[in-house]
């Protein structure tokens, strides 16, 4: 079936400006989970979601930073007043619960 | 608090030598270990685990607990293993299901 897809690919916004990322996971995964992978970080753990419930938000860096899910399905991440050290690939993964995860290909957010 | 090293950025072998990707970790509880591979303009996907203990395109990793190690080996590296591959490690104790990834190593096999 379909993997995880993710939108926009690519984002370009002012600095100040607020920005939503979108996840689609794959079809019946409860399990979702935002990653970031900054330039020389590697990816850092940002919020997982079962269901539609975030039992660890402990990644997010900031107040700035939120993400919710409904239905179960789709997560909208929404960073507000986009400062340029924001700017990363933000990488949406789900899985089963305990199981594999599976990522999609991101969203590249340049601020600018 | 759990943490993956990765020391090596970059790795360049030539096709056909044998390849042996870094990675140790830091966690006080019982661990899983995985690799994750990224080829160029994919997704990034997982190549093996090692609950597991397959051999996923010729590779290989074994967790060693005593030395809090999980490499990645190959004994004859082709062209198409060149590729980002990041180790990460996932506690199975309560919600810790998220994954702690390290920072990467660049696979690069030359002819």
């Known amino acids: 079936g379909a993997g995880v897809s993710q939108s926009p690919s690519n984002k370009v916004t002012e600095k100040g400006k607020d920005v939503e990322l979108r996840c689609d996971p794959i079809s019946g995964h409860t399990a979702l989970y935002w990653y970031r992978q900054s330039l020389g970080q590697g990816l850092e753990f940002l919020i997982y979601?079962?269901?539609?419930?975030?039992?660890?938000k402990s990644g997010l860096p900031s107040d700035r930073f939120s993400a919710e899910r409904t239905g179960g399905s789709v997560s909208t991440l929404t960073i507000q007043r986009t400062q340029q050290e924001d700017s990363a690939v933000y990488l949406c993964a789900s899985s089963s619960v305990g199981d594999t995860q599976y990522f999609g290909p991101g969203t590249r957010l340049t601020v600018l | 608090a759990q943490r993956v090293t990765q020391p090596e950025k970059l790795l360049s072998v030539f096709k056909g030598a044998p390849v042996e990707l870094k990675c140790n970790y830091s966690?006080?509880?019982?661990?899983?270990l995985f690799w994750y591979v990224q080829y160029s303009r994919q997704r990034l996907q997982l190549l093996l685990r090692h609950i597991s203990r397959e051999s996923i395109k010729g590779f290989t990793a074994d967790l060693n607990k005593g030395e809090t190690s999980f490499h990645l080996k190959k004994p004859f590296a082709q062209e198409e293993d060149s590729a980002m591959y990041y180790c990460a490690l996932r506690g199975i104790t309560g919600t810790a299901s998220k994954l702690t990834f390290g920072t990467g190593t660049r696979l690069q096999v030359t002819l």
């Open positions: 979601f079962q269901g539609n419930s975030a039992p660890d």
């Open positions: 966690y006080s509880g019982s661990p899983e």
